[in-house]
């Protein structure tokens, strides 16, 4: 199968499990669908993150060696929601070496306190900062002030369920 091919026939949930069949746990095929999701092709990076986000799930390790890249292109400007919800959406469940854990958490701090972010984005933020800021004191008192301000507000179920789990991750 020719991955990029495949997404430029169309975005369904059929091609992204074929996809996922396709790569499985071939560490080529998974760079090759990674240097789609990391090429200029919009169009193509938007549908590479469905089929990246469960293969990263179930293979942390395939994406291990590109944290660095994946915390850069989550922090450039213009991309389609899909690659920050995507990037977001493995980090939250990844243990992230420290080297990261500062540049990642201000970009998770600019999405949650950005009201127009989308609210998967921002909700994947809650998580991944909480479990970032837990190791740090200074990080978890910022951090649990930033939630309370949030948790005072009118929030959407998707934040208000992340802002609870937060606390309690926060908390204990």
Known sequence: MNIQERL??????????QIIRYVGRDKERFNELLGIFFGKDKKLQQRAAWP??????GNPRLIEPHLKKLIRLLEQQGNHPAVARCILRILQQ???PEKYHGELIDQCFKFILDPSTPIAIRAYAITTAAHIAAAYPELKREMLLVLDELGHEEQPPALRVRLKNAFKTLRT
């Open 8 to 17: 430029e026939s169309g975005h369904s949930k059929t091609i992204t499990d």
């Open 52 to 57: 990246l986000g469960y293969l990263a799930e």
């Open 94 to 96: 990844y243990d992230m």
